[in-house]
């Protein structure tokens, strides 16, 4: 079994030690940080908020950042124990990437930025990317969260299971044991979907 490496730098830590700060220097030290540094902030706030509403028996003690680069294929994003056992979690943001782009401009200028979206165009493109992907998971059962965050985007819900629909070939053939839609602003699970292998699905 290939060991979990984690990366050098712990979101975890940064998080405690910023609780205990003012606001004002809390944001400044956001400011210092590097964008991969945010980016792993992020994952690890998003991912610790989807456990608490995924109905998964999930040890919040347990949850780890893997780093990427310790292995190839790379590990995912998180390791985390499910019901005392190991499970894996990669995350995708979904997203307009015109969206994306106002929001980085407004949050340096500290404005209000608005526009209309697309959902199945950012779920398939984000989706169809991770399903590419090979993971090093040492055997254990690997999820795929893809979440909704930027722009307070409100994805139309009764559309969602047909727009997973429409890629669950690409799904199949992917590593992944199960899909799931995540609201990241409601902090809610919008769909959870536990994928059936192509071969058996034929069958």
Same mark, same amino acid.
């Given at each position: ?8 730098? !712990?979101?975890?830590?940064?998080? /405690?030690?910023? *609780?205990?700060?003012?606001? @004002?220097?809390? =944001?400044?030290?956001?400011?210092? #940080? ?52 190991? !499970?894996?979690?990669?995350?995708? /943001?979904?997203? *307009?990437?015109?969206?994306? @782009?106002?929001? =980085?401009?407004?949050?340096?200028? #500290? ?93």
């Amino acid at each position: 079994m290939i060991a979990l490496a984690k990366p050098r730098w !712990e979101p975890a830590v940064f998080h /405690e030690a910023c *609780e205990k700060l003012p606001v @004002r220097e809390q =944001r400044r030290l956001w400011d210092g #940080l590097k964008p991969d540094d945010k980016k792993l902030l992020f994952e690890w706030k998003t991912f610790r908020a989807f456990a608490r509403v995924s109905g998964l028996d999930i040890d919040p003690r347990s949850i780890e950042m893997c780093d990427p680069n310790a292995a190839s294929p790379p590990f995912p994003d998180v390791r985390c124990r499910v019901s005392g056992q190991f !499970e894996y979690f990669e995350l995708g /943001e979904v997203t *307009e990437e015109d969206l994306a @782009r106002k929001a =980085r401009i407004a949050q340096k200028d #500290l404005s209000v930025y608005g526009g209309a979206t697309s959902q199945r165009r950012p779920l398939a493109r984000i989706c169809l990317k991770k399903c590419r992907k090979r993971y090093t998971t040492n055997g254990r059962p690997l999820h795929l969260i893809l979440h909704f965050a930027v722009g307070r985007q409100v994805p139309n819900e009764r559309s969602l299971p047909d727009d997973l629909s429409s890629l669950m070939g690409p799904i199949r053939r992917g590593p992944f044991a199960c899909v799931w839609l995540y609201d990241g602003w409601d902090k809610r699970v919008l769909v959870r979907h536990r994928i059936t292998p192509l071969l058996e699905a034929r069958s």
